[in-house]
Every structure is written in C-alpha cells, then in structure tokens.
C-alpha cells in the first residue's frame, strides 16, 4: 500500500554529527536536491574551528540546517522541524533548539554507556523518556549501512562511513527529493575510487529504500516548488559569490585581477575559488601574511591590476597601514573581511558584525575609506562589483563587510545575463595633464577630475609620465613632498569630500501599508532575520517599515531623512551596537539598538518580539 | 621613442630596452636631494643614475620601490616610476608588481631597519620565492631616520641613546641571511667604490630572479666610519677579500693573505703568508650548493674583517613570478574564459 503524503509548505531541518561524519556535504546535498526541485531555500552550516575536534565530545559537534519552502524565504529558520543526529553528541548540543514536536532521527549505534557519559547523559535519552514530547526515530544507521554494503567488501569502519549518505537517503526519500543529482555528484566525486562512488550510492539508495518499506516510517512529505521570478537558478554561498563577483568585475573592468591573501577562516574559501580560475587572467597569490598579502595586492594596483585581498578581523587590523597608504595613494584596493566573532581569535567559525567601526576608522590619520555589505549570500556577487566600480572610479581602497554567515550560508541565485553586468572598464592617464611654467607638456599625478575628485591612474611603463608617489603628504596637484601647513588641511579635506562625494543610490524603505511608524533598519547579513520578523509582525495586523543599508559609507543621501520619517527606528546588529552609534552621531537620532553577539544569526521570532515591543512604544525586554 | 630593443639580459627578458642615448641626467629629477650632508647614500645615488643608461631599459619601465627610513628617499631622486611605501613592506608590494607587469625592470631600495628588522619576514619570503626584483639594502648599522637607535646589524655592545649601557642582541649577517633564505644571487659592495659597486649592479640587473645587494654605506652624523677599515688606503687591502669569479681568493697588501679550506672543518679561513696554489679557494659564484657561498660570508667577524665584496652567489633557479604566469598562460591555453560558463557552474535549475 503507497504510503500517505502530506503537504507541507515549509520545513527547516537540521542534520548534525561528528566534524568527521560529513554533515556539511550531506547538507549540501540535500540543498542541491531541494534547489533542483524548485524550492525556495537558505542553509545556515554551523561547525567548530577545530578541524576534528575529539569524536563524540560536544565541541566536535558540526551541523548544518537548511530551510525550504514553497514560497519566498528569508532565512535558514529558527528551530528546525526535523534534526538528524548522528551520535549522543549532536543529539545532546541540538535537541535544546527543538520545538516541541518536532521529528528527531537518530543513530542510535553508538548509544553505548561511554559514549553518553562522555556527554553528559546519565541515562540514554532514547530510553528514558526525556525525548517524549517529540516524534523519535531510533535507528541504527550505522548497522543498517554497514549491512546494505556488505557485497562491496570494505572494511566495517569504510562502510560505516558511508552513514550519512544513508541518512541522505531516508531523508530524501521522507521529502521526496529527486535523487539523480546526488547519484551523478557521487559518481564524479569518487571517480578514481569506483568501489567508493558504489558503496555511497548504495547506502544513499538503501537509505531511501529504508524509508520507503519500513513501517517505523509511515508518512512522507511534500513541499512543492516556489514561484520565484523566472530564469536560471544556482545555489550560491556568500564566498561563492564574492569570488564570481571578483571576476566578473574583472572582467568588465577589462583589468587582470590579482588576489592577495593569507589564509584566514573564514575567508580562505575566497581564495581557493579564485586560484581555480588561471583561465580569466586571475593571479591568486598566498602571501607570508597578511601584511604582504595587501601590500602585494596594492603592487598590483599600481601596475594597472585589480588589487584585492580577503581576509576576517584579526588579518584587517595587520592590513590596516596598508589600507592608509592607499588612501594617500589613491589607488584602487578591495579588501574584503570575512567578519568573525572577535576580539582577537574568538569564535573563527562564528558570524558578527563587529568590525563595522574597525573599518570606518580603524586607521591612523585621517584616513576616510568607503565601506559596503552585502546582505545575503547571492548579493556577494553584486557587491563585488560595487566594490570594483567604487574602487576604480575614485581610486581608493574598498572595505567589504561580507560575515561567517553569509559566507557559508546559501540561497538561490537568480543568474544574471553577461551581457546585462555593469560596465566598469577603466581608462589609464596616457597623456601629460599639465604644463609648467615654461610651456612643457608634464604630469600631475594628484590633479583630480573635478566631478569624482579622483586623481590620475598612470601605470607603470607610460612614456612620459614616470612619477614617484609615497606615503609623505603630497602637494596638491603636482604631488611632490609637501610639509605645508595649509596644504595637508587641503588635501586632507580633499581626500574625505571624495569619499563623502562617492554616489550612492538611495536608501530605500519597504513599508507595504504606508503607515507605519517603526522603522527597522540594518545592515549585512541580518537582512534575512529582520524581513522575516517584518513580515510575521504585519500578518499580525502590525506596521513596520524596513530598510537596509548596503553602503555604510558614504551613507545614502537619504538617510537622515528616512531616519526622521519615523516615530521610532530599531537597529538589531550583531555587535554593540556599532551603526546606531554612527547613525546617532551623525544624525542625532535617538535610534534603538537591539544587539547580541551569540555568534549565531538573528531568529526570526526573536526580531519578531523586538518589534513587537518597539510597535507597541516599549523599549523591548531584552535590549 | 624607438622601438623596443631586446636587452639580451636573463633579469630583463620582457622588458622593452630603448637604443635612444640617455645620460645620468635622464634618472635624475627636479626634488631637493634631502640627505644630510656627506651621507653615503649621496654615492649609491649617483653610482645608480650613472649605471642605468648602460642597462639601455626604457625610463618608464624602470619602477623604484621602497619601505621607510633614510635610503627609502632614494624613489623621490629617480625619474622613473616610483613608490615610497610602508615599513618594511616594499618587497611585498614589489612583488605583486612584479608578479603582474613582466615588462617591468622592478627595484626594491631599502636599509638594514627596513630590511632585516621590522621587513624581515617579507624579505626572506621574497628570497625564497626568488621573486624577479632587484634589492638594493643600505647598510649602515644603525638607524638614522630616528635619530641613531642601533640597528639589528649593530655590533653587540653598540652604546646609542636605546641601548645607553651597550646593546645586547648579536647581529644578522645580511648575506648570511640571505644565503639561508634561498637566495640565488647575493653579493656586497661598498657605497665609495664606484666601479665594484656598479660591476655589482650590473650583475644583480642580470640575474632572473631575486638579487639581494648589500651596500655598506656609510652614515657619517650617527655611526660615522663604520666601514673605515674597508675603505682606508692603509687597511683596506687587508680587510676585504674581492670575490672575482673563476679567479683565487688571495688578497692583503702584497698578497699575503689567503682563503683556504679547513680540512677539519670543511669551513673556510684565511691564513697569511705563502701557500700552495692548490690549497687557496678558487672562487666560485655559481656552485648550487650554498654552503660555500654561505662559508665565505663567514669569514667577517663583528668589526667587518675580513669583508667578502662582491658576488657570494648568482646561481639559476626558476622564478616565482615567471612560474605564476606559466600557470596562467597554460591555464588560458587549455580553454578560453567564459563568464556564463563559469557564473552557472554545474548544478543550475530553471524557472518558469
């Protein structure tokens, strides 16, 4: 007899274990399935910094949670509907985030007294009722694949590893997932190893098989495709995207593009992309640290390159004399951190926007730097280029505030045609710009273009206008050393009017019922979470007005403005609040923070009750 | 503007030469030379601008880079492409130009501060990679831009106003250094001997990849005679050893003096008086093993004797920078960049 289907518009789950079982990858797979259906999604991958932290121990925990929908989403969801844990461990550091409810699937193979104790779990949980209030799958994964790939003569522990694609499969068939994308991702994976590649797509098989005859599971899900907007969709992670977006900024700006970087996490990934892709004229360069890794990208710059160089925080305070040189420079430097929960090493694997103020001001001397961040995985890409064009139209340094959440995380990305990117080529300075007292044709290299403010790029191997530049100030216009009093006022006011001067486009707000009188505001990778809260506060009957800067500075013109147009403004930020602090300076509005640093995203429902509280004319509980 | 010429030059392959005359005048520019008055660095100056109309590269191909402290000026004094940068940090920043602009001629002037202390790291990990730049280090061991602090190649025991009771730490030997750091071309000269100096020159302008050239030079206001010995008509002979390749390593007044293997050791040392021919080392610049080269950078005690001038070492070795754009190169050979290709990667699904 089939078995029952039942709908479901949305579902989160969550699949955890051991850093060594594969979660990360059984987690992608599933998104890849979830994507090649139709479904909206978003993935929130949550690991230690430890690469195999002792197994079985709560810190060796890693997991990875996906959201997917029938409709438009916004975030990786608050607490998942169904978790999979693969161990004590990961049952122990989840279950906490559970509804009560909620579908528990766990592998019950190593449930044995040592493996509990060294959680913490007195008695086994599986059998002491504690787990009562939720609907518990007790399964032996692990015995259950070792069993299905037994003609395959691998060793039990090979095959035991192979336990997590089991789980793909009951999974995938419990979501009825299509299956052939996972089969053909197994096949090239394991291509030199085709013992492998059959082993894992017999468990991934036998796991949907499991799910299909045995009764313990009666019931499977549906969660039809969304109607996004046309057109060709990938998954995409923030990192993804920033290294795309690199290229085909490049690209665009007709310019070889030269990455230098030191590995950091959680921004490595940036650079191992971008070392795959020789073929666009991409030099990727692995600095001895993070100091020559800007400086070798501003080498670049002055050679006619697009300088970039990633990294997180502790690597942008070492960049940081760099990035001023190139200020005073005024050449074009992408810097892009990866924000990670600080100070110091703190939580590497963890997200937080705490480097805001690191870099609007993190330098010595007056050293005015554009900032932009992006706010979801699939916006990297689009900011790259916006870091391109305003790195190379005014001839600066860029910071890039992207975070450990939207590098990781991943959504759909609706492809954008080629031929439809802006178009950001570059024009070097070929000619003499000015003439001396006597007549003579020479250059200026500080002789600005009057509508950006921005000076000449003249690279290196131009006949004619060989020009020295440094850190010592420099005298308007013709750029020798210059100890002036009047002129170093001159040029640093010069300096801050260009970056003031950069255009922006307008900070726009979404209020659907045009009459609300709270405004949420954010900026980067909490754009997710504070939609989601906005739109569950308005099917409450509430109003609530959202906007999110991607450009922190300049600000948009309209800022101030938008922020006065407002009774009351909320800004939850993941750090101390570091932009209402700007926003009140510059403004003198009396914004309200709303500011945790966990090292995990906002949930939905905790913005939700912020806003609530803010609507209702409460300062919230829990500021 | 002529043609490009063809240098003929491993170290300038790619960078176009010009068979237009040009003079020592066409290198200088209109700035205030600001050191202070008699400083060696006055001499490395005029001994580059008088050199590089020999190299025949074009002006604009030529780019100085350089860190911070007094020889860090040098760019401002150069008329070709030019940057004063950070601390420490100009072999970085060379080599992401270098690495980027083959046609580029790339030198890199900094001092014994610059170089070996707050730099430290990016030199030796430019050496290693042998990245095509040209690195000219003042060495006057001292600090001069700050106002006489003692430098990491100080003598121990050197009294300055931060080390009041004598400083503590023993010094780098900038070829030992270098030699340790996989150098493939290090030699020394001395800032008042032109024509060694520029000989030296020349040869590092030659070399494909790193070369490290240490110029004693002299700051007369805070460590004024440091390299007197090396210099002075009635000691000098005896002091330093001119490294030729292919030619004995016999020096001193008379030739008395002589570098010899040490049978137990297998170090080198100098021995006075007659010798075998067959016993005194016959140099050799282009052995692969640095252990010679590194035995020879030894002979120097702390005040300088005996000084090895010259070049220690200048052996082959690929280029991190040629390598870089071989992978580049090989990598658009195979397939031409698409961007949709690369945008859509292998897993897409489509709406509507």
Not at chain 1, 66 to 91: C, E, K, Q, R, Y
Request: hydrophobic fraction near 40%; proline fraction near 6%.
């Amino acid at each position: 007899m089939p078995k029952q289907v039942e709908q479901r518009d949305r579902v989160v789950i969550r699949f955890a274990g051991d850093s060594g079982d594969g979660m990360q990858l059984t987690g992608d797979r599933f998104t890849q399935e979830s994507a090649a259906f139709g479904n909206d999604l978003s993935t929130f991958p949550n690991f230690p910094a430890e690469i195999r932290a002792p197994a079985g121990t709560l810190p060796g925990v890693s997991s990875f949670q996906l959201h997917f929908a029938d409709h438009d989403i916004m975030t990786a969801g608050d607490a998942p509907d169904v978790l999979v844990a693969m161990n004590p461990a990961a049952l122990k550091a989840n279950a906490g985030d559970l509804p009560r409810g909620a579908t528990i699937i766990v592998d019950n193979h190593d449930f044995t007294k040592r493996a509990l104790t060294k959680v913490g779990y007195a008695d086994s949980p599986l059998e002491d009722g504690s787990l009562a209030d939720y609907n518990l799958h007790s399964v032996d994964l692990t015995g259950l694949t070792t069993t299905a790939l037994e003609s395959f003569g691998l060793g039990r522990k090979e095959s035991a590893r192979a336990k997590n694609m089991f789980a793909l499969g009951l999974l995938s068939w419990m979501y009825n997932r299509p299956v052939e994308g996972t089969i053909r991702f197994l096949q090239t994976k394991f291509a030199s190893k085709p013992e492998i590649a059959g082993a894992n797509v017999a468990a991934f098989r036998a796991g949907w098989n499991y799910g299909e005859t045995t009764e313990a599971f009666a019931v499977s899900y549906e969660v039809k495709p969304a109607p996004l907007p046309a057109g060709t969709y990938r998954n995409i992670s923030g990192n993804m995207a920033l290294s795309l977006g690199l290229i085909a900024a490049a690209q665009q700006a007709k310019l070889p593009l030269f990455l230098g970087a030191y590995p950091i996490t959680p921004a490595s990934d940036i650079l191992h992309e971008l070392a795959k892709h020789k073929r666009f004229g991409v030099t990727t360069f692995q600095a001895e640290d993070e100091i020559a890794g800007a400086g070798a990208a501003l080498g670049a710059s002055f050679g006619g390159a697009l300088g970039v160089t990633t990294t997180a925080g502790p690597g942008v305070a070492l960049k940081s004399e760099t990035v001023s040189l190139a200020a005073t420079l005024e050449l074009p430097l992408v810097l892009i951190d990866v924000q990670r929960a600080g100070p110091s090493t703190g939580m590497p694997t963890k997200p937080e926007q705490a480097d805001l103020l690191l870099a609007m001001g993190g330098r010595h001397g007056e050293s005015p730097v554009p900032v932009i961040a992006p706010c979801s995985p699939a916006d990297c890409f689009d900011i790259a280029l916006e870091a391109v064009r305003i790195a190379t139209t005014y001839r600066t340094p860029v910071y890039v505030l992207s975070d450990g959440y939207l590098a990781n995380g991943s959504e759909p990305w609706l492809l954008p045609a080629v031929d439809e990117l802006p178009d950001l080529q570059v024009e070097f300075t070929t000619e003499p710009n000015h003439a001396d007292e006597n007549g003579t044709p020479e250059f200026w290299p500080y002789l600005r273009d009057p509508e950006t403010l921005a000076r000449p790029w003249a690279v290196p191997g131009t006949p004619g206008l060989e020009h020295r530049i440094g850190g010592i100030e420099k005298a308007d216009g013709s750029g020798d050393i210059s100890y002036d009093a009047d002129n170093h006022d001159f040029m640093v006011r010069t300096r801050q009017a260009k970056i003031d001067g950069i255009t922006v486009p307008a900070l726009t707000v979404d209020d659907p019922s045009g009459k609300a009188e709270v405004l949420v505001l954010g900026w980067g990778s909490t754009y997710g979470p504070i939609g989601a809260a906005a739109r569950r506060v308005r099917r409450k009957g509430m109003a609530v007005a959202q906007a999110h800067l991607r450009h922190l500075n300049p600000l948009p013109a309209n800022t101030g403005e938008v922020l006065r147009s407002y009774q009351r403004v909320v800004v939850p930020e993941m750090n101390l609040g570091q932009l209402a602090g700007m926003l009140r300076g510059k403004y003198l509005v009396d914004v309200i923070g709303y500011n945790r640093v966990r090292g995990l995203p906002f949930r939905a429902e905790e913005l939700e009750g912020v806003l609530e509280h803010v609507i209702r004319g409460e300062v919230p509980a829990n500021v | 503007m002529s043609d490009s010429v063809d240098l003929g030059m491993p170290g300038l392959a790619g960078v176009p030469g010009t068979d237009v005359k040009q003079t020592a005048k066409d290198f200088k520019t209109d700035q205030e030379v600001r050191w202070c008055p008699g400083c060696g660095d006055y001499a490395v100056l005029a001994a580059v601008q008088g050199f590089m109309p020999e190299l025949g590269v074009r002006r604009e191909n030529i780019v100085m880079i350089s860190g911070i402290g007094c020889s860090s000026r040098f760019p401002y004094y150069m008329n070709t492409y030019g940057m004063h940068s950070i601390h420490g940090r100009a072999p970085a920043i060379a080599t992401g130009l270098a690495a980027t602009r083959p046609d580029l001629s790339v030198w890199v002037v900094t001092g014994d501060g610059d170089a070996l202390s707050i730099g430290g790291n990016h030199l030796i990990h430019t050496l290693r990679r042998n990245v095509n730049l040209k690195i000219l280090l003042f060495n006057n061991r001292i600090y001069g831009l700050t106002k006489g602090q003692y430098s990491p190649t100080s003598e121990v025991g050197k009294v300055t106003k931060s080390t009041p009771l004598g400083s503590l730490d023993g010094p780098f030997n900038p070829v030992s250094l270098a030699l340790g750091a996989e150098a493939t071309f290090v030699a020394r000269a001395i800032d008042s001997d032109r024509k060694q100096l520029t000989s030296v020159l020349r040869a590092a302008a030659e070399h494909r990849g790193t070369a490290l050239v240490e110029i004693y030079q002299n700051c007369n206001i805070f460590n004024d005679d440091a390299f007197e010995l090396l210099k002075n008509p009635e000691t000098r002979d005896d002091w330093t050893i001119r490294l030729e390749h292919g030619e004995p390593l016999r020096f001193g007044q008379d030739k008395s003096k002589a570098v010899v293997r040490d049978r137990a050791t297998g170090s080198l040392r100098v021995i006075e008086g007659a010798s075998d021919d067959a016993d005194v080392v016959v140099h050799d610049a282009h052995v692969q093993d640095p252990t010679y080269a590194f035995a020879l950078s030894r002979l120097s005690g702390s005040d300088l004797r005996y000084a090895p001038i010259g070049v220690f070492r200048s052996v082959e070795r690929p280029t991190y920078d040629d390598e870089l754009r071989a992978q580049l190169a090989t990598a658009r050979s195979k397939a031409e960049p698409d961007l949709t290709g690369l945008l859509h990667g292998s897993d897409t699904w489509t709406v509507g």
